[in-house]
């Protein structure tokens, strides 16, 4: 059974998580918006907005597995399960990635914004990346290792800020680079 911590000390972590994450994506938006143009930064958002819509569907709720479960497991258990899941979530990923790729001119003819076939394609890596990290919370929360959460979630952000703003501030501000 896992050790109890303070509530109290485990919900300011989260808190804590929930806003670095937040200030990071409203950094991420002011910059974004200042480089791009109006019709740039529509794509940009409008293939935020289908996958932030998707991942619900492709992760078919496994996330949420972490947090029912583990806390009623022993550690080998919980590991055996950990493993499970974060195979189902890649081997999902890797089915949102191919969607994301093959379905992205479909995708962009219902929003009727051609550029979003480029910027779906080259955005149809994240989800094999992103998908078995969806579980973390659950993990972390679980295990009361919430301050590890805050670290991941802040440094997770700042590492999506870098990968996204870096490549528009100095190469080149558009969500089709290469074409």
Known sequence: MIQQKSN??????????????????????????????????????????????????????LPNIFSYFLPKQDKNQGKDLVNKVTYLLLGLGLAFSTFLWLGAPLVSAFFGNEQMVSGLRKFAVVPILLLPTLGLDGIFASYQKTH????????????????????????ENSTDMGH
Do not use: H
């Not at 794509?43 to 907005?49: K, P």
């Open 148 to 171: 590890l959460l805050a670290i991941y979630n802040t440094l997770n952000r700042l590492l999506m800020l870098v990968c996204i703003v870096v490549p528009v501030i100095w190469i």
């Open 8 to 61: 109290t000390i485990q919900a300011f972590w989260v808190a804590l998580s929930s806003l670095s994450s937040m200030m990071l994506a409203l950094v991420s938006a002011a910059i974004l918006s200042r480089y791009f143009d109006k019709q740039e930064y529509g794509t940009y958002r409008q293939i935020i907005y289908v996958y932030t819509s998707l991942v619900l569907i492709f992760s078919a709720g």
